[in-house]
């Protein structure tokens, strides 16, 4: 590893790892001192680690403003899903962890796929700026998207206005299931969430040192025994070796 690379990563000394807190199958709890707890800080402790640093982890609680935030100088690097708008201004790792994204329907519809999803008078609500909602917003062109400032916000929207779907990851909608007589979960998926590294573009050396890091990690097992010490393996995906 370069001087290079530790100066782009670690500038002030340490790793500044910015954690999207709505995740809740990569940040699983908090600990005792406050800090989040799951396979998304473990896997930027293990950076750290790969770096010789110290670790500082860096809370958010949504998604799109841990994306805005690339600009300020609050993280190096930031542990959320690739998708094109993100990747205008933050550069990502290949992915350590995948994400099926389908959709709740009512039972009484004629949705028995995703195709049938996108035509007019069908409702989504979705949780705002989520990978899936950037992509729902590339590729719904008659349904009407509508935006919950949370994932949970998401389901009381579905729920408190009859909407036709809701728009989630399979093992979150699972769980909203549960809590409802009138639905069912579509058996396809509309796009896989990839959840990856991301940091701060201009630096090709950075980019092969934390892709080498991502190979490196899955192939060895130590992400699979994260998704097990976490209880996530199965909602959560291993990419491909």
């Known amino acids: 590893m370069s001087n290079l690379v530790l100066n782009h990563l670690a500038p002030k000394g340490f790793l500044r790892a910015a954690i999207n807190m709505s995740n809740f199958l990569l940040v699983t709890g908090k600990k005792s001192n406050g800090d989040p707890d799951g396979v998304s800080p473990d896997l930027a402790k293990a950076l750290a680690n790969e770096l010789g640093v110290d670790l500082k982890l860096v809370p958010f609680d949504r998604p799109g403003e841990l994306a805005d935030a690339v ?15 993100r990747a205008k201004t933050i550069t990502f790792s290949s992915p350590y962890a ?13 949705i028995n796929s995703f195709n049938d999803v996108d035509k007019d008078g069908v409702r989504i609500a979705v949780a705002e700026r989520s990978a899936y909602d950037l992509w729902l917003t590339d590729n719904i062109t008659k349904a009407e998207l509508v935006r919950a400032k949370s994932i949970n916000g998401s389901y009381l929207l579905f729920q408190d206005n009859n909407y036709e779907v809701l728009a989630g990851l399979r093992p979150k909608l699972i769980d909203e299931l549960s809590k409802v007589s009138d639905c069912k979960i579509l058996d396809d998926a ?28 899955v192939e060895n097992g130590f992400i699979k025994e994260l998704f097990l010490k976490y209880n996530v393996l199965g909602k959560l995906s291993l990419p491909k070796k």
């Not at 995948?98 to 004629?110: F, G, H, P, Q």
């Open 71 to 85: 600009s300020e100088d609050i993280w190096d690097i930031g542990n959320i899903a690739v998708e094109p708008e």
């Open 190 to 217: 509309f796009t896989f969430v990839k959840q990856c590294v991301g940091f701060k573009p201009g630096n090709t050396e950075v980019e092969i040192f934390i892709n080498n890091f991502i190979k490196k990690n």
């Open 98 to 110: 995948l994400i099926e994204s389908t959709c709740l329907v009512r039972s009484n519809l004629n």
